[in-house]
C-alpha cells in the first residue's frame, strides 16, 4: 500500500495569501491575472514553494484588491508564503 504524502497546508494550515485570494472569492488563475503572473506562480506561493516577489504595478494591483475588500497591504505578513504562518488578515 502507498501511503499518501500530506500537502504542506494538511501539515501546516492555509497560506495567508490562499486565505486572502479566497476572501476576494479568486480563483489562482483569476488573482494572478489581476497582479499580472501566472496561476502557477501564485499556485508555488501559497504552497510555500517560491517567495512571492512582486514589480510595482504587482503591488499597486494587490494594494487595490485589499482595499476593495477594506484592508491594507500592511496587513500582510512579511512570511506570508509560508503555509501556517499567522495571519494578520484575519
Given at each position: 500500500m502507498v501511503?499518501?504524502?500530506?500537502?504542506?497546508?494538511e501539515q501546516e494550515g492555509e497560506s495567508p495569501l490562499k486565505k486572502l485570494r479566497s476572501e476576494l472569492d479568486m480563483s489562482q488563475e483569476e488573482f494572478g491575472r489581476i497582479i499580472g503572473t501566472s496561476?502557477?506562480?501564485?499556485?508555488?506561493?501559497?504552497?510555500?514553494?517560491?517567495?512571492?516577489?512582486?514589480?510595482?504595478?504587482?503591488?499597486?494591483?494587490?494594494?487595490?484588491?485589499?482595499?476593495?475588500?477594506?484592508?491594507?497591504?500592511?496587513?500582510?505578513?512579511e512570511n506570508a508564503n509560508t503555509p501556517g504562518s499567522q495571519s494578520q488578515l484575519e
Open positions: 501511503k499518501k504524502r500530506k500537502s504542506r497546508e496561476a502557477r506562480t501564485v499556485s508555488r506561493w501559497e504552497a510555500g514553494d517560491s517567495v512571492p516577489t512582486f514589480t510595482i504595478p504587482q503591488m499597486k494591483a494587490l494594494d487595490r484588491l485589499l482595499r476593495s475588500i477594506g484592508k491594507s497591504i500592511q496587513e500582510i505578513p
